[in-house]
């Protein structure tokens, strides 16, 4: 008896403890939700109002160029970005863990972009890529004029450049992820690959990088992250130009809410990229927890 | 060390806070506006040392970036604790706010002052909704300038051009000469520009007014707004790679140092000249490139928002009074690089741009609303998108362009 009075005491203590999260999750973060859901279906512009329109909002977003192009944008860029970041984090990875000197030194180099925001890392590779300043004066100075690397002013090949700056700027974190789950994997596993005679990218390939697993997912969910909320790179970068070349739904729903009082169409392409990643999640978080239950059970 | 500065800050501070209990009528007005680089802070100040000689006092709220400061502003009258007055561009910015009965009208300054007498129509238009006025206009800037470096020219021995068809010429010559022709900053806004003044220049007021004002699909269709077009379409060939993304002041510099022929900016860019010590009609020249006439006209307002304390709307219409008169005018305009929002002004203290420009709007026709003025955000940003498309994709027909175009007149904003 004394047992379970103290356990629904302890219950009651950590429901007190939680509740203000709570409220907060639930006033802030659903109803802010439910609000933008609920503004996506009315007519405002620059002020909200309540007229209800239905789908309208969604079909002119839909037929909207720009958004169009944005996702598409948002789609290329997010796949190079994690399959680039994730396979150079893991190599520098490897590459440091062979016991090199300086390590530290190196290590912090890797990391350092990380630490900067993606204002200045945009800046720095627009000076970087601009053809008339950039890496394409340097080389055609040295003799090569016929060089060409203007990809941030060419429409079909922005997007990349886009990708370079990120992963540039993300795949040092992968690195330190990757390079503690490889110091976590036990020296007897190497002794014994050693005595087998397995060359060493063969143990990577079938062995190290299978017990990487969770390492993968931590760094993959940190940089999907990172690619849905693609926001101040493009601004900084490129401003979403040229043209609407470098446009991303982030930035599409800033200007439509601001500059140009849009608040409608601006709220139905957050609720569309809302339902989205709901899309993309939600299939993983029911394969989570029935694989939990699978484990408990 | 920064001690002390605190310190005299807090007991003015102090002595204000005292001041101000002890003259509880005393007129107070607090500012959100969005002018923040040298020459524009000079100018908003102009404002403040004129208030104060009424009899005010300036409390500044200056956020950067137009597009932030409307929003804070917003966000301020929405909230429940509106500024007494805040900065928009002239045109449809505060629509809304007027619609949804946030606005107190200025009629009565206006009406005191004589507003109508000496500003343009279009201005007058611009801030009105049912008959009344509802912000204080107080300056004009011209969208659609051509300036043009003196030595580039001779250099290129090209003649200054009076319009399109000569703007070509000369733009050719340049290239012929090794020269940038046309300084060009690759940003939305300013191929949006660049757009515009083509579309005054080449295809007349009387197009401008049917696609920024009546929003004619039809009239995207007209061999006239074809011809625009073209004309734009041709200037892709004038600009050099490093364009895109560039600044709009790094594209006048490159005028100011004579490696490009010309740039077309607002008069904005006047400040950048005299930051370099250059003067106009000596080492670089300004012309408004058209057949027929046509001075795109934007600015700035200040709007009031509906206020219960009575101090504080007596602040209101002292503000709206001390902004237009002559004296502020013109020290305004000295500072800001525009010209006075009253044409009935003695201008022969601005500089040889300005009174041109002063001269030009003598005549009605020459008079033009800018696209701000005429469409809503939306819209302006919806066509700006179809500009930026245009301009950045050579392999796009001019009949393309004019679809979309079309297309975007078409929408419900």
Not at chain 1, 124 to 134: A, C, I, M
Not at chain 1, 228 to 236: E, G, H, I, P
Not at chain 2, 136 to 159: D, F, M, R, T, Y
Not at chain 2, 193 to 222: M, Q, Y
């Amino acid at each position: 008896m004394p047992l379970v009075r103290h356990r629904t005491a302890s219950r009651l203590a950590a429901g007190l403890a939680l509740s203000p999260a709570l409220l907060v999750l639930v006033v802030v973060y659903l109803g802010c939700t439910a609000w933008t859901v609920w503004i996506s279906l009315t007519s405002s512009r620059m002020l909200p109002n309540s007229t209800f329109v239905g789908l309208r909002q969604y079909a002119s977003l839909m037929g909207n160029e720009r958004w169009q192009v944005s996702v598409a944008n948002l789609a290329v860029f997010g796949s190079l970005f994690l399959i680039a970041s994730l396979a150079l984090g893991f190599l520098l990875a490897v590459a440091i863990d062979q016991r090199v000197r300086a390590e530290n030194t190196l290590r912090s180099i890797f990391l350092y972009p990380y630490s900067m925001s993606f204002i200045v890392t945009g800046l720095v590779w627009q000076w970087l890529l601009n053809p008339s300043f950039g890496i394409e004066k340097m080389v055609r100075d040295f003799g090569f004029p016929s060089f060409r690397f203007d990809w941030i002013v060419r429409q079909d090949m922005v997007i990349y450049t886009l990708v370079f700056a990120a992963v540039w700027h993300a795949a040092g974190l992968v690195m330190a992820i990757m390079l503690a789950g490889l110091r976590g994997i036990d020296e007897d596993i190497w002794k014994a690959t050693r005595i087998d005679g397995l060359p060493a990218w063969r143990v990577y390939l079938s062995i190290v990088i299978p017990m990487l697993g969770a390492s993968f997912a931590t760094a993959a969910v940190l940089l999907a992250t990172s690619v849905v909320r693609l926001y101040d790179l493009s601004v900084a970068m490129t401003n979403g130009g040229p043209g609407v070349a470098s446009e991303v739904p982030a930035k599409f729903v800033m200007d439509h809410l601001f500059e140009r009082g849009n608040l409608g169409l601006a709220t139905a392409a957050a609720t569309s990229m809302l339902i989205t990643v709901a899309a993309v999640v939600a299939p993983w978080l029911v394969w989570q927890s029935r694989r939990t239950r699978r484990a408990h059970a | 060390m920064k001690l002390k500065p605190c310190l005299t800050a807090l007991a003015l501070a102090c002595a204000a806070g005292a001041s101000f209990q002890a003259n509880a009528q005393e007129m107070k007005a607090e500012v959100i506006h969005w002018w923040t680089s040298g020459g524009e802070s000079a100018a908003v100040k102009v404002f403040a040392e004129q208030f104060a000689k009424a009899g005010g006092t300036w409390v500044d709220t200056a956020i950067a970036g137009g597009v932030n400061a409307r929003t804070a502003a917003i966000n301020r009258v929405v909230g429940g604790t509106p500024p007494t007055a805040m900065q928009f561009n002239t045109g449809k910015q505060f629509d809304e706010l007027v619609e949804n009965d946030l606005l107190r009208d200025v009629d009565q300054v206006a009406t005191e002052q004589k507003w109508k007498s000496f500003m343009p129509q279009a201005i007058i238009d611009a801030t009105s909704r049912n008959g009344k006025m509802y912000a204080v206009p107080v300056n004009i800037h011209g969208q659609n300038w051509l300036w043009l470096s003196k030595a580039a020219l001779e250099k290129a021995g090209a003649s200054e051009p009076a319009n399109w068809d000569e703007a070509l010429v000369a733009l050719e010559k340049l290239k012929a000469a090794g020269l940038i022709p046309l300084a060009f900053s690759g940003q939305k806004t300013w191929e949006r520009g660049l757009f515009n003044a083509v579309l005054v220049g080449k295809g007349g007021t009387a197009l401008w007014a049917s696609i920024h004002g009546k929003r004619d699909p039809a009239a995207a269709r007209s061999p006239e707004f074809k011809a625009v077009a073209e004309t734009y379409g041709k200037l892709r060939g004038y600009i050099d790679p490093g364009a895109p993304g560039r600044n709009w002041n790094d594209a006048t510099n490159l005028v100011i140092q004579g490696k490009a022929g010309m740039q077309i900016m607002g008069d904005w860019a006047k400040g950048e000249f005299a930051a370099a010590g250059q003067i106009a009609g000596k080492e670089f020249g300004c012309a408004i490139l058209s057949n027929e006439g046509g001075y795109v006209m934007g600015g700035d307002v200040f709007a009031f928002p509906k206020l219960k304390d009575p101090a504080q709307q007596k602040a209101q219409l002292a503000l709206a009074k001390v902004m237009l008169e002559p004296e502020t005018q013109i020290r305004f305009a000295q500072k800001k690089g525009s010209i006075p929002v009253r044409l009935d002004l003695d201008v022969s203290s601005l500089d040889a741009c300005a009174q041109k420009a002063v001269k030009l709007l003598a005549d009605k026709k020459h008079q033009v609303a800018s696209q701000e003025m005429l469409s809503p955000p939306a819209l302006t940003g919806a066509m700006e998108d179809v500009i930026s498309q245009y301009w950045n994709t050579p392999a796009m027909t001019a009949d393309a362009f004019m679809a979309k175009v079309a297309d975007v007149l078409k929408q419900p904003f």
